[in-house]
């Protein structure tokens, strides 16, 4: 790799040992990829917490704060695995508590604006079209990718601190132009209405087509969807295709038009979407026998407008016994839902709402389902569903309103 002035005198030592460590790193990553340069970034997402790092990465962390590391740009962090308020379902193991809290001083000690939040290009951070970022969490990196027009790629634990701390990451990916023209054309038929639609878009695109390089082109829009909508597709491509990108014509900055999108370009593939091919995602998942079973509405965390639903949604009414509903956001989203009442609103139909947490990474969560005897879990998002069958449940996708029928009534439908 090429290094200017300021990177060499990082690779010297002269800014510091976490600053020469953490470019000696980046060099090997740039490598590996041919990338032939660094670029400059203006923003960090890094992913931190017990259950994603282990004690590897926490022994990594202690690390460079003994060197003093500082945040170069600014920084947030993503959501964490420990909910720290009581919750009789959760038990989170004590032990593993103290490390998590150790690891939130130590992200503050290096600059990282401890923020808990997947969603954070929905509540802290929105940069500009061809902005270059480093953004640690596959539903961050795509978002970015494709709705801002910005360009990360996926930062891994180590890539993303070490950027945070360089200020730059190799070019290699979604920062050249190359890699991001579209490769796959989408034709979409079906009529979208609610959230889980395009979760249920996502598996159907991302699912046979399991590649970080490919880039969906999504044709046939009639409405402009939400942010939202695009933040439930961006991270159902990313768990079920390991997608960083897409475009939706006349939706996203880079595809103003199919043509500008594909970059001259011929897709390699072509999929049609019809609403027959949409009410087979929900029509394929099969409830299982179980004493109890729970709703979730996790992954990503909800936005302000997610939580205004929700409490419209449970207004008036009680999660049915046997059953569980939960709904995680981020601390700021919970600050102005408690203000706006809906909090309120959600707890009083026994809904448990957790801050800054993402479900399906919560620290001992296999364990959690079977002391709680949980079997199918319920959802509207197509990311949650796939994710955390890794945790053996079964799962089942559902329209935002059936999930909330169905968490009310306690009758699987």
């Known amino acids: 790799m090429k290094l200017n002035a300021d990177e060499l005198a990082m690779l010297r030592g002269e800014r510091g040992k976490a600053v020469q460590k953490a470019i000696q790193f980046q060099i090997e990553v740039g490598n590996f990829f041919g990338a032939r340069h660094f670029v400059p970034i203006t923003n960090a997402h890094v992913m931190g917490d017990i259950e994603v790092m282990g004690e590897g990465g926490l022994a990594h962390l202690r690390e460079m704060s003994e060197h003093h590391a500082q945040c170069a740009v600014p920084t947030s962090s993503n959501a964490r695995c420990m909910h720290f308020d009581t919750v009789d379902e959760l038990r ?3 032990a593993d508590m103290v490390k998590e809290r150790e690891i939130i001083v130590r992200l503050r000690d290096m600059r990282v604006a401890t923020t808990d939040t997947c969603i954070n290009y929905q509540t802290v951070y929105q940069p500009k079209i061809g902005e270059h970022v480093a953004w640690g969490d596959t539903g961050t990196v795509i978002y970015a990718n494709s709705v801002f027009g910005a360009r990360t790629n996926y930062e891994a634990g180590n890539a993303s601190f070490a950027a945070a701390v360089t200020g730059r990451t190799p070019a290699y990916g979604f ?9 796959l054309s989408v034709d979409l038929q079906a009529k979208m209405t609610d959230l889980a639609d395009w979760g249920a878009l996502g598996k159907i695109i991302g699912h046979p087509n399991q590649d970080y390089f490919a880039v969906p082109v999504i044709q046939g829009v009639k409405e402009t ?33 199919a043509e500008a999108a594909f970059g001259g370009k011929l897709p390699t593939s072509e999929i049609t979407v019809t ?39 449970f207004s008036g009414r009680k999660v049915a016994p046997g059953m569980h509903a939960f709904v995680t956001t981020n601390h700021a989203v919970y600050s102005d839902a408690k203000r706006l009442g809906y909090v309120d609103t959600l707890e009083a139909a026994g ?6 947490v993402c479900f399906y990474i919560l620290q001992r969560l296999s364990s959690i389902r079977q002391e709680n005897d949980w079997t199918n879990l319920i959802s509207n998002s197509g990311k949650l569903v796939n994710t955390i069958t890794a945790h053996r449940f079964n799962t089942v996708l559902r329209r935002t309103a059936d ?11």
């Open 92 to 94: 989170q193991d004590p």
């Open 175 to 183: 920062h050249l132009d190359e890699a991001r023209r579209g490769t």
């Open 225 to 257: 969807p939400s942010s939202d909508a695009l933040k439930h597709l961006g991270a159902s491509l990313a768990s079920y295709g390991s997608m960083a990108m897409f475009h939706m014509v006349g939706v996203t900055p880079e595809a103003p038009s």
């Open 275 to 313: 609403q027959a091919d949409l009410d087979a995602v929900y029509q394929a998942y099969r409830y299982v026998d179980g004493a109890h079973n729970i709703v979730v509405f996790s992954a990503p965390q909800l936005s302000i407008f997610e939580m205004q639903t929700m409490a419209q949604l």
């Open 351 to 356: 809904v448990r709402l957790l801050q800054g």
């Open 403 to 413: 999930c909330v029928d169905i968490a009310c009534t306690g009758e699987l439908k």
